[in-house]
């Protein structure tokens, strides 16, 4: 089975309500056996000086959890990375710090959120072709492990709007350099009950011959922990998917 949760985000995030260690306590609790943290590096909103602070303390943290912990669950100190490929010197920076596991993200489109409805509604299509367009930007740079939340922007504009040869353009691009599709649970809670990516762009990648999955519930909290990636796991290995996790910039089926 299953038992991992490869997005999540501690007090080590801007944005995170948990401490590391009690979210190890609570994978503890709910038997899982991985867990990757995924802290954020927005560079469109933090200094890479903040950031290189953070990372000193993030990884003496989980090198001390992985010694208490280690023999109960394998702790894996990874980076959600926003829109790598416009910073490649600190990408080149942080690829020499060891991450275990590398999510690109697009989380801004010219200096504002997809995820917090800070776009007018009435250019949705105009927002969700750039980022699209971003999107393809970051798989086309490559360098990261898997693509966190392919279609949040959906989040942001609060509809479903894509170019079906967009997708299909990222989507072959991602394969050809084996950049894994992250399917990440918070879509579930967040929009119509729908994970990142929707299930039918999850077919698509499918379709298109893909086939490595990540499952993250990018929990902030407590109560996000792991929820709903035992059912979305079920679903994923019916349609011929093989979900796994990043350990050492590698991916590993369990
Ligand atoms: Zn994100
Ligand atoms: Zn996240």
């Not at 990884?59 to 001390?64: F, G, P, T, V």
């Not at 929990?219 to 990043?246: A, D, K, M, R």
Request: aromatic fraction near 12%; hydrophobic fraction near 35%; proline fraction near 2%.
């Amino acid at each position: 089975m299953y038992r991992a949760d490869t997005h999540v985000h501690s007090t080590f995030s801007f944005d995170g309500r948990v401490k590391a260690e009690d979210l190890v306590l609570l994978a503890l609790e709910k038997g899982l056996t991985f867990l990757s943290f995924t802290e954020h590096l927005d560079l469109c909103t933090q200094s890479f000086d903040d950031f290189l602070t953070m990372e000193k303390a993030f990884s003496k943290e989980i090198a001390r959890l992985s010694s208490r912990y280690g023999d109960q669950i394998q702790i894996v100190k990874g980076l959600e990375f926003a829109e790598p490929h416009r910073y490649q010197k600190e990408l080149l920076a942080v690829e020499k710090m060891n991450f275990g596991y590398l999510l690109g993200a697009v989380h801004f489109i010219d200096g504002r959120s997809v995820a917090r409805k800070e776009l007018p509604p009435k250019e949705n299509e105009e927002h969700a072709k750039r980022y699209y367009e971003e999107l393809f930007s970051l798989v086309t740079f490559g360098r990261v492990d898997a693509v966190a939340h392919f279609d949040h922007i959906r989040r942001g504009i609060g509809e479903d709007r894509y170019q079906l040869s967009t997708l299909r353009d990222i989507f072959k691009e991602m394969i050809r350099k084996d950049i894994v599709l992250e399917v990440n649970t918070s879509g579930i809670r967040r929009t119509n009950g729908e994970p990142f990516p929707s299930r039918e762009k999850v077919l698509l990648y499918r379709s298109l011959g893909g086939n490595k999955v990540t499952i993250g519930s990018d929990t902030h909290i407590e109560s996000n922990l792991y929820q709903f990636v035992e059912e979305t796991y079920g679903e994923l290995t019916l349609l011929g998917l093989t979900p796994g996790v990043f350990s050492r910039r590698t991916f590993v089926t369990r």
